[in-house]
């Protein structure tokens, strides 16, 4: 008999990852001219789509469930344009199908028709703003894209665009995609399903933008800058409403610190390269700036609850920025670091993109509720870590290499299988 831990409901739109990584670099160079009968096919199916999602619509407002066949046909079209947009944004590799019909390594599991409300499903346009802003800032759906008839520049952008770019020079040297970015392409595609599907009244659960949801759970590595959340959803409103004039002290006082900062590095470059090592005090003072920073982003982007303090201590903020003491680096990596970091660098910015975003929305639910969306605050923690790893790397903090996995912690272990007392 197994273990079995009680967990809450899945979302009815639930991603599925199976692939293996690998790349045929002859496909990865040429994917953009392979892609293109589709992104003719997935414009004309996507007007289909959208044109039968009203009267989705209206039958669902008439008797609170979506027809059998107007629900298969529009989750036909949602799993074909996960699948179109995996390929594109190098998140999987094989050619896909023109219907959505086949398993695809990367796909979604679309529960059936169920029972809706009559209020959501009437004013579900409006509802889903929130969740179309994410899915355009994380670009994860061509879908959504070829409902104004530009498939590629309507819907895959902002992260998976960043991926998709820097995967393509990945996969032709080395003929895998790097996990993280493949993790990350997977959930950007995951979330841009769920929006499709609760646009098109395939369900009316809402987006969940909750990282390591995927199935199976994506795997975090050890890395020396990590990042822990002790920290409750609940915000003041009051302290939500001057969110930036709160902030200008810190932004006066970090410009300073910045300064310094630049000549510390300088200083830990040169020392780096006699030594193999950035000395501890070089060390203590560049994480501490990391740290102030991150702690001030997360206040700001409503991330974090508690106002930060201005030296960066180890632990003084609920979302706890952790970097490991310094150790031996090879001299040619610190020789090249900055050259190194550039597509560290494009990614933070596309992770800042998504942080922005979260911050806007954030700050909207916290000034009408009191709290912020679990979902949306663990996405921007994610957003701040890969931020703070990329400082880090740059910084020669660390020689490991940020990584864009977006889960918060390692998956829990499979439960062990324990002896049947009733076959015993």
């Known amino acids: 008999m197994r273990r ?50 009203f ?11 979506a027809p059998a066949s107007l629900h298969g046909f529009l989750a036909s079209f949602t799993r074909y344009a996960v699948h179109l947009t995996a390929y594109l944004s190098l998140a999987a590799d094989p050619y896909p199908g023109f219907t959505g019909g086949r398993p695809y390594p990367v796909d979604v599991e679309i529960d059936a028709p169920a029972i809706q409300g009559r209020w959501g499903a009437g004013f579900r346009l409006a509802l889903a703003v929130p969740a179309f802003l994410v899915a355009s800032t994380l670009g994860g759906s061509v879908a959504l894209g070829s409902a104004w008839g530009g498939a590629l520049t ?27 970015m493949r993790d990350a392409a997977a959930f950007a595609i995951g979330y841009g399903a769920q929006t499709t599907a609760y646009a098109l009244l395939l369900t009316d659960r809402y987006p969940d933008a909750t990282p390591g949801t995927a199935r199976p759970a994506p ?58 090592r950035v000395p501890q005090a070089l060390h203590r003072f560049m994480a501490a700036f990391v740290r102030a920073v991150t702690n001030l982003t997360a206040f700001f982007f409503l991330v974090g ?45 596309a992770f800042f993109g998504v942080s922005l975003v979260v911050g806007v929305l954030l700050w909207f639910a916290a000034l009408v509720t009191g709290r912020v969306p679990r979902g949306l605050r663990d996405l921007g923690v994610v957003s701040l870590r890969y931020q703070a790893q990329a400082s880090a790397y740059a910084l020669l903090l660390t020689s490991r290499y940020p990584d864009s996995t977006p889960a918060l912690r390692a998956p829990h272990p499979p439960a062990p299988d324990l002896p049947n007392p009733v076959a015993a």
């Open 219 to 276: 795997e975090l590595p050890t890395h020396p800058v990590a990042i822990a959340v002790d920290d409750d959803l609940r915000r003041p409103r009051l302290l939500v409403l001057f969110r930036f004039p709160l902030v200008v002290p810190h932004l006066v006082w970090l410009t300073l610190w910045s300064v310094l900062v630049v000549i510390a590095a300088l200083a830990a470059w040169i020392l780096a390269l006699v030594l193999g």
């Open 305 to 349: 609850r508690q106002f930060p303090g201005f030296v960066g201590a180890e632990g003084s903020y609920p979302v706890a920025l952790t970097i490991s003491a310094p150790a031996p680096q090879r001299r040619l990596g610190v020789l090249v670091r900055l050259l190194l970091a550039v597509p560290a660098f494009l990614l933070a910015s």
């Open 4 to 53: 079995v831990s009680v967990e809450g409901p899945s979302h009815p739109v639930r991603l599925v990852v199976a692939d293996d990584l690998r790349r045929t670099r002859v496909t990865v160079f040429f994917r953009l001219i392979l892609a293109l009968p589709h992104l003719v096919w997935v414009t004309l199916f996507g007007l289909a789509a959208f044109t039968l999602a």
């Open 55 to 65: 009267v989705m619509w209206l039958a669902v407002l008439f008797e609170r469930r």
């Open 154 to 180: 309507g819907g895959v952008g902002g992260l998976t665009a960043t991926v998709a770019f820097l995967g393509w020079f990945a996969s032709l040297v080395r003929g895998r995609m790097p996990r993280g």
